[in-house]
């Protein structure tokens, strides 16, 4: 199978780290998204997005959710999608969290103004932006230290998708220069080193800093 887009997206990140944890070959095709998308990634996604899964067969799944279902259910090994109505649905009900709460309020912009500008656009960071959306940390993180408190993971005692994305999406923060503070949020802190330490998060960093390893404030042991 193909992946195409990039590592430093969340969301080709999580099938990355999906597929890896599985034991899935692909081959990561890189791809631009948005006005510079080509009009290859167009035939694939009319709307320009990434990630997109081209399978063995020709056919695409141009969203990063739908792939992941694909591939948690048509490949064996640790299944990442719970069984249960009640789990499963709570479980993709934290995936949207994340993508709401956490990446559409702030950690797009942090690591738009602290990464993509002085990295790609030679620009310096716009940290008034960064001040806009910074209110937004808190109520985000109160909750998943909340659903840590007593269990390894976020939705349960096993790594399921909810997980990934989490770690996927915060991953970019400590890009941007913002670690998890393990006085206020104990549970989370601990819980994302231990995520990013496992070895499908420590090879998609490796990715990651060959892109933006001289911008990135994350210096990985």
Same mark, same amino acid.
């Given at each position: 199978m193909k992946l195409?887009?990039?590592s430093l997206s969340p969301w080709v990140r999580r099938l990355m780290v999906l597929m890896d #944890? +599985?034991?899935i #070959?692909?081959? =990561?095709v890189p791809a631009v998204p948005g006005e510079n @998308?080509? @009009? #290859? =990634? /167009?035939?694939?996604n009319p709307l320009g997005r990434i990630p997109v899964l081209e399978l063995d067969d020709g056919r695409f799944l141009a969203d990063s959710l739908a792939a992941s279902i694909y591939l948690d259910s048509a490949f064996p090994g640790h299944q990442f999608i719970p069984? !249960?109505?009640?789990?499963r649905s709570w479980d993709l009900w934290l995936c949207e969290f994340?993508?709401?709460a956490i990446f559409s309020r702030f950690e797009g912009t942090f690591f738009v103004q602290r990464v993509v500008r002085p990295a790609? #656009? +030679?620009a310096a960071p716009d940290e008034g932006k960064i001040s806009e959306v910074a209110h937004h940390i808190p109520p985000a993180y109160e909750y998943l230290e909340a659903h840590l408190m007593n269990t390894a993971f976020l939705s349960s005692s096993d790594l399921t998708l909810a997980d990934v994305t989490a770690a996927s999406v915060l991953l970019n923060m400590r890009h941007a220069g913002e670690e998890i503070d393990? !006085? /206020?949020?104990? +549970?989370l802190a601990d819980y994302l080193n231990r995520m990013h330490q496992r070895p499908s998060f420590v090879a998609s960093i490796k990715k990651d800093m060959e892109l933006i390893g001289h911008v990135s404030a994350l210096r990985p042991t």
């Open positions: 195409h887009g990039v #944890e +599985k034991g #070959e692909y081959e =990561l @998308a080509s @009009a #290859e =990634l /167009r035939n694939m069984a !249960d109505n009640w789990a994340v993508a709401s790609f #656009e +030679k393990p !006085d /206020r949020w104990p +549970k």
